[in-house]
């Protein structure tokens, strides 16, 4: 089953911006590729229902693409003190 990858633009200001869909996981990394050539923005794409997200890896080139899972780029909670 194909899964709908919503694309977005990242501003420097860390608003993003819907930009467009794509059906299945190739043709959305061929897209988020596609716009990072032509963006200086970072551009990325998030399947909602699998939380499944494409980026292009920086250290490895802007032609490089890598998928994790969502939970991964939030940001860690400290724990609370216990007192």
């Known amino acids: 089953m194909k899964h709908l990858y919503e694309i977005f ?3 420097p200001d860390g608003a993003s911006l819907w930009r467009e869909s794509a059906m299945g996981h ?3 990394q061929r ?3 596609e ?3 032509k963006s200086a923005n970072p551009i990325y794409a998030i399947d909602l229902t699998g939380g499944d997200v494409i980026r292009i890896d920086e250290s490895r080139g802007r032609n490089k693409t890598s998928t994790a899972p969502s ?3 939030k940001e860690k909670k400290k724990p609370l ?3």
Do not use: D, H, L, Y
Request: glycine content about 6%.
């Open 9 to 11: 633009e990242q501003f």
């Open 26 to 28: 190739q043709k959305a």
């Open 31 to 33: 897209k988020v590729m």
């Open 35 to 37: 716009m990072a050539r």
């Open 71 to 73: 939970g991964e780029f």
């Open 81 to 83: 003190p216990v007192e």
